[in-house]
T-cell receptor, first 114, second 116 residues
Framework: GENVEQHPSTLSVQEGDSAVIKCTYSDSASNYFPWYKQELGKRPQLIIDIRSNVGEKKDQRIAVTLNKTAKHFSLHITETQPEDSAVYFCAAPHPSGGSYIPTFGRGTSLIVHP | KAGVTQTPRYLIKTRGQQVTLSCSPISGHRSVSWYQQTPGQGLQFLFEYFSETQRNKGNFPGRFSGRQFSNSRSEMNVSTLELGDSALYLC???????????????FGSGTQLSVL
């Protein structure tokens, strides 16, 4: 399986609804989990991140939750707006060659319909 | 503060040629990492440079190499280009105080490479 699994690959919601994207990682020693947003034709930008010493972090309409036991973390967007439409990537450290490298989920295309 | 700058924005090459891409990090950032983004494989880590030394490496063949200069600017080189190397190549900078997996990454807009 993939080192970081991200679901769903596509998410279509109505404006005002909530959206949840989930990522599962494999290495229990991982301790930093960022989420990036990439609008069409633009660069990925960090929108929120969480470290393993907390279970939840919020920033206005965006939140991230972490379950270390189950090795998954989720991005929650409330009151979605059309400008939230983008591809969202999660990332987690994964062991490689004696160290850790950044490993990304395949991305979730979020479409918010006005 | 200026963001991460990548040049060129677009590049067209033919098989067998080599290419060099450039990345200027945010002022004060000492770590530069490179990524390949394709529709099929997603976003994949190539390598990371810190203080002019490669600190971390992903699972790409030796045709992919890089370097970093004393001002933290970085270049990535791909030799003997193959059709499968067509991709968006992104660089990201970070402070470098911790490992690349423990820091916030600031991405450039990327170089879109097409190999014909």
């Amino acid at each position: 399986g993939e080192n970081v699994e991200q679901h769903p690959s596509t998410l279509s919601v109505q404006e005002g609804d909530s959206a949840v994207i989930k990522c599962t990682y494999s290495d229990s020693a991982s301790n930093y989990f960022p989420w990036y947003k990439q609008e069409l034709g633009k660069r990925p930008q960090l929108i929120i991140d969480i470290r393993s010493n907390v279970g939840e972090k919020k920033d206005q309409r965006i939140a991230v939750t972490l379950n270390k036991t189950a090795k998954h973390f989720s991005l929650h967007i409330t009151e979605t707006q059309p400008e939230d439409s983008a591809v969202y990537f999660c990332a987690a450290p994964h062991p490689s060659g004696g160290s850790y490298i950044p490993t990304f989920g395949r991305g979730t295309s979020l479409i918010v319909h006005p | 503060k200026a963001g991460v700058t990548q040049t060129p924005r677009y590049l067209i090459k033919t098989r067998g040629q080599q290419v060099t891409l450039s990345c200027s990090p945010i002022s004060g950032h000492r770590s530069v990492s490179w990524y390949q983004q394709t529709p099929g494989q997603g976003l994949q880590f190539l390598f990371e440079y810190f203080s002019e030394t490669q600190r971390n490496k992903g699972n790409f063949p030796g045709r992919f190499s890089g370097r970093q200069f004393s001002n933290s600017r970085s270049e990535m080189n791909v030799s003997t280009l193959e059709l499968g190397d067509s991709a968006l190549y992104l660089c990201a900078s970070s402070l470098g105080a911790n490992t690349v997996v423990d820091e916030k990454l600031f991405f450039g807009s990327g170089t879109q490479l097409s190999v014909l």
